[in-house]
T-cell receptor, first 116, second 112 residues
Framework: DAGVIQSPRHEVTEMGQEVTLRCKPI?????LFWYRQTMMRGLELLIY????????DSGMPEDRFSAKMPNASFSTLKIQPSEPRDSAVYFC??????????????FGEGSRLTVL | GNSVTQMEGPVTLSEEAFLTINCTYT??????LFWYVQYPGEGLQLLLK?????DKGSNKGFEATYRKETTSFHLEKGSVQVSDSAVYFC???????????FGQGTRLTINP
């Protein structure tokens, strides 16, 4: 089955610290997406990659956020420096090879970030 | 631009009640429509989808019909269970576009 593994599942840090969230697809894919979920703003697309290349990063809130995909098996989302308003659940998702073009995404379980 | 509007929650029902969660959309072209479900502590997972007008998506007793004339994709279930308690997201994807546009989500709680 298509899917992703995210780590850490929970992160508590202090304002100003660097945060790195990780995503590891466990199946073939063409595209990888980073979403942020908050009570106030719902589910927001931050950035997505096609074949490891960033295609649309218009949802990245500011320069403190950066994302990389060095290879097809790994992606990171980094926040430096972190702020309390970055507290959210961050999801990674992929299009499976067989579901590309259908709109179906496979989500990880998310990384819950709390910035104090 | 493309957008999705869902009925605001939270929604609380008793077990075996009838469920409707409204969803309307605005899109250019001919979108595909989706309902995703998020159980507590988990990521989103696809519940059902419809790719063209008048299609009906169904899964786990849930149904939704793609209504182009009313630009709607309302989610229904005839008899809900406690295990259906979750957050439900309506979403669309336009032809050729890879991005999903999500509604704000509707939290559903089913009491025994």
């Amino acid at each position: 089955d298509a899917g992703v593994i995210q780590s850490p599942r929970h992160e508590v840090t202090e304002m100003g610290q660097e945060v790195t969230l990780r995503c590891k697809p466990i199946s073939g894919h063409n595209s990888l997406f980073w979403y942020r979920q908050t009570m106030m703003r719902g589910l927001e697309l931050l950035i997505y990659f096609n074949n490891n290349v960033p295609i649309d990063d218009s949802g990245m809130p500011e320069d403190r956020f950066s994302a990389k995909m060095p290879n097809a098996s790994f992606s990171t989302l980094k926040i430096q420096p972190s702020e309390p308003r970055d507290s959210a659940v961050y999801f990674c998702a992929i299009h499976g090879l067989r579901t590309r073009g259908t709109g179906e995404l496979f989500f990880g379980e998310g990384s819950r970030l709390t910035v104090l | 631009g493309n957008s999705v509007t869902q009925m605001e929650g939270p929604v609380t029902l008793s077990e075996e009640a009838f469920l409707t969660i409204n969803c309307t959309y605005t899109a250019t072209g001919y979108p595909s429509l989706f309902w995703y479900v998020q159980y507590p502590g988990e990521g989103l997972q696809l519940l059902l989808k419809a790719t063209k007008a008048d299609d009906k998506g169904s899964n786990k007793g849930f149904e939704a019909t793609y209504r182009k004339e009313t630009t709607s994709f309302h989610l229904e279930k005839g008899s809900v269970q406690v295990s259906d308690s979750a957050v439900y997201f309506c979403a669309l994807s336009t032809q050729g576009a890879q991005k999903l546009v999500f509604g704000q989500g509707t939290r559903l709680t089913i009491n025994p």
